[in-house]
Each structure stands twice: as C-alpha cells, then as structure tokens.
C-alpha cells in the first residue's frame, strides 16, 4: 500500500519562507515523476512544480519559478519542496504526488498516488 506523506505546511507572513516534505513509503521513486499540487479554495488543482527520476530534471509553473525549489533524496525516499518569497496567493492545500508511469509532468491524470496534503497560508 503506496502512502505519500506530506509535512512542513503551516502559516507564514508574506516575503517568507517554507519548506514542505512528501516521504513515499512502500514504493520506491525511481524513473518517472514526482510532484507538488496546490488547491486553493474555489480554485482548480494545479501543479506546482516536479521532479524527474533519475536525470533529475525539475519543472515548474511560471508564478512560482526563481522563488521555489524542488529537490529529492533519493536514500530517504523524499522529496522537498523550499517556498521562498511566499506571496498571499501562494496560499493553499499543498499536494505530494507521485506516478508510477508516464504522462505530463503538469496534468493531475498523470499521477497515481497523492499524499492527504498539508496547508500553507501566507498572510
């Protein structure tokens, strides 16, 4: 049973910063991607930025390049996701995803597992 587990959500003051953790247990990160969704309220999902097995290879949606960073370790199974510069509407339910097959790395269809999600509010 695949579990992703997200942590480090909380509330911060705007121009702050925060670093989110998604462990994935029962199931090894390896060849394909792993990601960061948000969902603010009223809002539809969408992706925030990804992390390729293997190469390593990062993505990200526009509003948040060169103020977010999404790194891997690869011996703990974790990906990490540093918000720096938080704005207000950077607010939302932040999601860990992770595929176990191919697909794009920005479309929620690509994704088979989904950790329950961790709140970040930037006031």
């Known amino acids: 049973h695949v579990q992703l587990v997200e942590s480090g959500g909380g509330s911060v003051q705007a121009g702050g910063s925060q670093r989110l953790s998604c462990v994935a247990s029962s199931w090894t990160y390896s060849g394909n991607y792993m990601a960061w969704f948000r969902q603010a309220p009223g809002k539809e999902r969408e992706a925030v930025a990804a992390i390729l097995g293997g190469n390593g290879l990062t993505y990200y949606v526009d509003s948040v390049k060169g103020r977010f960073t999404i790194s891997r370790d690869s011996s703990k199974n974790t990906i990490y996701l540093q918000m720096n510069s938080l704005k207000p509407e950077d607010t939302a339910m932040y999601y860990c995803?992770?595929?176990?097959?191919?697909?794009?790395?920005?479309?929620?269809?690509?994704?088979?597992?989904w950790g329950q999600g961790t709140q970040v509010t930037v006031s």
């Open positions: 995803a992770g595929t176990s097959r191919g697909g794009t790395w920005y479309r929620s269809q690509t994704y088979n597992y």
